[in-house]
């Protein structure tokens, strides 16, 4: 009875990460924001969305990414059914919602889950771009807590994947206080042992990077990806002048000391595996796992 | 109180006036001995966040709060209350140092944000923040925070994860100023006042969303016309607070703030199939 409810389970999330993995028509090129030349779709999807000219990493959907790190069946999303409400009755949000939960297949800005890394138990979530620019809601920093505190209580390494444009304007001061909520919870956590790998890909701004984001004990980050609090836009606003070119870029953050190190997408699970080995029996209480 | 209700851009305004009086005066106000503790241990010294230690109804505290200037030359030192990472840092230093010596921490908010420059993404604008609220969520001595002014962004709440917040009447404290939040939504930022209307940045609001605690009355007309009356409110409100949170043991000060800022945003919640 239980060997076919996993089964039908199985099913529904290969179907779900099958609606989430971007449409490929077979022959339709576009080009590449990197390097400016025409790069088959196809191909782009053979190379885990990273153009096979310049090495572009193109922004991937929450559970696509997942897909990339984890191993094969073990996915299984935490909190799904957990969405907003539109606490603030913001003009047009609810509508908004709609459509982007229709476009992404997934409630939130965040899909959190369970799962297996090189056999490995792990916490771990994305941060999916596509929805509201991954923007930090109730509902995503709730998700994101919730994690952190299972991770915590099943003594399991947590890993995040963040992708975020800031606040989510629409739940106004309800957006910021969730940088508060994910940064206590991850202080907990981490008073208690717990490792936590945090992983940045592009782009990564506002309240999500000054909140859970930078907090890791291992920060990793993909090539290219931008990284910061303030936005570009801002900061030229301010200063009033043209910002140096790749400021704020993961290489530039790796100078300033800010991260560990950059992995590229193809690189990013045999590197987790190695750091979770790093961390395991002979090294802290979560080799138990 | 038969006030005239005011409009949340007129309490705008007001928050922002430039007599209105902020941390320099709140600490001259209403403690004393005060020793202004300067500098990050790191790099410098960020005048826009004021702090140290001082004694509060005779007992010592550590005080600490965002400064705008009084002067030109003050605004300009202090960017007009808009810290750095070296402020962050500091901040975090006197905090650590409060709980060290366990004395209780009290801050005052009043910032447009963190000072969106080059130099402060070059020294971890993002990861400052995040520490402070990390380092605040787990004091285990007293936390009590009051907006005084502008509170806005990830810049005031990183002095903001207290055991209780307060905020002055005419207070104001949002995701992001209001023109940030107009130029953002409506790519005009000569909207803010329509956007100070859909963005429930008032004491009132945020008290009905559980965001802050209580709420400290103001002469009519503005705190900056009778500072005086202010201050006796404020060392009141402050005194019966911080007698309060002396009763609760140093372990349940930090579960209980954890508890209160894990509960924020609840009601914004749904379950449903997405």
Redesign the interface.
Known sequence: MSSILAQRRQKLLAMKALRSTPHVPVYTRETCPGCGQMVERRELSNHQYVCPLCGYHHPVGAYYRLSLVLDKGTFRELD?????????N??GYKAKLDSA?RRT????GVVTALGRIGGRKVAVGALDSRFFMGSM???L??KV?RLIELAGKNRLPLILFSASGG?R?Q???????????T??????F??RGGLYLSVLTHPTT??V???????GDIMLAEPGAL????GPR??EQ??GEK?PEG??SAE?LLE???LDAIVPRGELRSTLIRLLALHGKEGDRHGQG | MAKAELTPAQRLALARHPERPGTVEFIQNLFTDFFEQRGDRLCADDGSICGGIARFHGRSVTVLGHRKGRTLEEHVACRFGMPTPEGYRKAQRLMTQAEKFRRPVITFIDTPG?????E????????A???C??????LTVPVLCVVTGEGG??GA??L??GNRVLMLENAV????SPE??AS??WKDASRSAEACD????TAAD?LE?G?IDGIIPEPEGGAHLAPQVLYRALDAALARELGELDKVRPAALAAA??QK??K???????????
Not at chain 2, 114 to 118: D, K, N
Not at chain 2, 133 to 138: C, D, E, I, P, R
């Open positions: 799904a059914a957990l969405a907003s409400n539109d606490p603030l913001f003009p939960r297949g997934t409630g939130e809601s109730a509902a920093g709730e807590t606040a304007m739940e106004g001061i309800l957006s910021l206080m969730q940088m508060a909520k940064s206590a919870a991850l202080e907990r981490s008073r506002g309240g990077t000054a909140s859970f984001a930078s907090l990284i910061g609090f303030a801002v900061i301010t200063i910002l400021f704020q530039y300033h000391g800010f | 963190a000072y969106p420059g080059l402060a993404e070059a020294r971890g604008q993002g990861e923040i995040a520490r609220l990390a380092l605040m969520s787990s962004s990830g709440l990183a903001g994860v404290y949002s995701v992001l940030g939040f953002i939504l859909v963005m429930k940045l945020l969303l965001v703030r954890y800022f894990r924020m945003g609840e009601q914004a919640l749904r379950k449903e199939r997405p």
